[in-house]
């Protein structure tokens, strides 16, 4: 970021747009000093004598003085508005280190609109702000020791939770409950590793630090802990993120009416003509609390038409890229040779073969299916009619299953969310493998060291107590302005 951590910050911190109410936000060791131009309290107290997080009436004005001459305040009207009120808001002071950046902090809460918010914004840079980039008072919250780097990131995940069971796990992180966890596991290992680099700096000397037995047991110990939250993270990533599941099947069978009554509503063009589908259509879906992207392809079938031929490219492309494939049957026809090779270009993908049209008679048996299912494809075959609704929710509850196995919004335990925080623990196990290694291959202390040291290394880079400045700007620049 461009600017330190002395620059007083500010930023319209709710989305643009018409609303009742808009919030302004300033931080920085000298924010109240910066605001107080601006403001008018109806009490007539000055700002700086405030009581800290008490809401207070006040007036807002132009800034006053030759330095708003420059800030393109006047030019729209052409006439001086220096001193005249703008705006009727409420003002609120928190002071450090009793605020959300632990620097001073005031919010200025207006009328919602974009225009009164951008002006008041640009008194505020008329006298000393800076416009905030994104993420920065939520970095400034980690740099002051407000939050740690894990609860920072839970922030992000907090605002952008889509489902019950994912907002309940970013409040745990920001909680800090993967801190905690995590912490505890480092805690251990930097202690074990004192005792270790002090057996090799006292190595003249007839004194016993840490022995082998009990070395390998901490070792042990941290490595099962470490590893139960790696088994989280598959299933972690799709509650944060959402899975993909990518619609299969030849024209016409119902692809597009599937999906329409999964989401309950006429999402894809549904026409008794093949192919209507030519591109990768997507939708968001709640699953049972698992956020799902549903994605509807075009008609797998040969073909010389060119742009058919461009949307099956794209199915396959979709494919590959799914955590769960519904392949689509047609109950009321006879499975096909087409039938066939899409099942088995599905590899151990997990699958539900959806039998369509349930409300018509069914042309094909369960061992026909199976004549033509691979051996490797493990799938699960669900009866529905997307004409009249049979068997949608449980087709939803399958795939609930399928997706997520067990229930992480019961558990007590972490879950992991981030590929960050799964590449640091895949680290940290290594780093424990070799040492445990060099422990049973009676390796000089210096090299077990050196492995225990690679281990808490990369446990510290997931709270943020070993970071660098490329980690920090890749996470907090996917933050909003504002917050």
């Known amino acids: 970021?461009?600017?330190?951590?002395?620059?007083?910050?500010?930023?319209?911190?709710?989305?643009?747009?018409?609303?009742?109410?808009?919030?302004?936000?300033?931080?920085?060791?000298?924010?109240?000093?910066?605001?107080?131009?601006?403001?008018?309290?109806?009490?007539?107290?000055?700002?700086?004598?405030?009581?800290?997080?008490?809401?207070?009436?006040a007036d807002i004005l132009w800034p006053s003085g030759e330095r708003?001459?420059?800030?393109?305040?006047?030019?729209?009207?052409?006439?001086?508005?220096?001193?005249?009120?703008?705006?009727?808001?409420?003002?609120?002071?928190?002071?450090?280190?009793?605020?959300?950046?632990?620097?001073?902090?005031?919010?200025?809460?207006?009328?919602?609109g974009a225009l009164v918010l951008q002006t008041v914004c640009e008194a505020c840079l008329a006298h000393g702000a800076r416009l905030a980039e994104p993420g920065e008072f939520t970095k400034r919250a980690f740099l002051?020791?407000?939050?740690?780097?894990?609860?920072?990131?839970a922030v992000l995940d907090t605002i952008r939770a889509k489902t019950t069971i994912s907002l309940k796990l970013a409040q745990?992180?920001?909680?800090?409950?993967?801190?905690?966890?995590?912490?505890?596991?480092?805690?251990?290992?930097?202690?074990?590793?004192?005792?270790?680099?002090?057996?090799?700096?006292?190595?003249?000397?007839?004194?016993?630090?840490?022995g082998h037995e009990e070395l390998r047991a901490l070792i042990q110990w941290a490595k099962e802990r470490i590893t139960q939250m790696i088994k989280t993270s598959q299933e972690g990533r799709?509650?944060?993120?959402?899975?993909?599941?990518?619609?299969?099947?030849?024209?016409?069978?119902?692809?597009?009416?599937?999906?329409?009554?999964?989401?309950?509503?006429?999402?894809?063009?549904?026409?008794?003509?093949?192919?209507?589908?030519?591109?990768?259509?997507?939708?968001?879906?709640?699953?049972?609390?698992?956020?799902?992207?549903l994605r509807d392809t075009a008609g797998i079938r040969v073909t010389s038409d060119p742009v058919e031929l461009e949307g099956i490219r794209r199915s396959h492309e979709a494919r590959r890229e799914a955590d769960l494939i519904l392949v689509v049957l047609d109950g009321a026809e006879p499975l096909t040779v087409e039938d066939a090779e899409i099942l088995r270009g599905l590899g151990e993908t997990k699958c539900v073969i959806v039998a369509n049209k349930a409300d018509l008679p069914c042309q094909w048996t369960s061992a026909e299916l199976s004549k033509i299912l691979p051996q490797e494809l493990n799938a699960v075959v669900r009866q529905v009619s997307a004409k009249t609704g049979s068997g949608i929710e449980e087709l939803k509850d399958l795939m609930r299953s399928l997706l997520i196995s067990n229930h992480p919004e019961a558990s007590e335990g972490v879950v992991i969310t981030h590929v960050r925080h799964l590449s640091a623990l895949?680290?940290?196990?290594?780093?424990?493998?070799?040492?445990?290694?060099?422990?049973v291959e009676g390796l000089p202390g210096e090299v077990i060291a050196t492995d225990l040291r690679i281990a808490t290394e990369a446990l510290g880079e997931i709270s943020g107590e070993i970071s660098t400045d490329e980690v920090l700007d890749r996470i907090f620049s996917e933050f909003c302005i504002g917050k």
């Open 68 to 112: 708003c001459a420059g800030a393109g305040l006047t030019q729209s009207t052409g006439r001086d508005h220096r001193g005249r009120v703008i705006e009727e808001a409420l003002v609120v002071v928190m002071r450090s280190p009793r605020s959300f950046t632990g620097e001073n902090v005031v919010e200025i809460h207006c009328h919602g």
């Open 426 to 439: 895949q680290r940290a196990n290594e780093g424990l493998e070799h040492a445990g290694v060099s422990i």
């Open 144 to 153: 002051n020791g407000r939050l740690d780097l894990t609860q920072a990131e």
């Open 238 to 293: 799709i509650l944060r993120e959402g899975a993909t599941v990518t619609i299969l099947g030849k024209p016409n069978v119902g692809k597009s009416s599937v999906m329409n009554a999964l989401l309950r509503m006429d999402r894809a063009i549904v026409t008794p003509i093949p192919g209507t589908t030519r591109d990768v259509l997507e939708d968001f879906i709640n699953v049972r609390g698992v956020p799902v992207r």
């Open 172 to 210: 745990q992180q920001l909680r800090g409950g993967l801190s905690s966890e995590v912490g505890r596991v480092r805690d251990a290992l930097v202690s074990m590793l004192a005792h270790v680099e002090a057996a090799i700096d006292f190595a003249e000397e007839d004194i016993t630090f840490v």
């Open 1 to 57: 970021m461009r600017g330190g951590l002395e620059d007083t910050i500010c930023a319209i911190a709710t989305p643009l747009g018409e609303g009742g109410i808009g919030i302004l936000r300033v931080s920085g060791n000298r924010a109240i000093e910066a605001v107080s131009p601006l403001v008018q309290l109806r009490s007539g107290k000055p700002l700086s004598q405030v009581r800290s997080h008490h809401l207070y009436l």
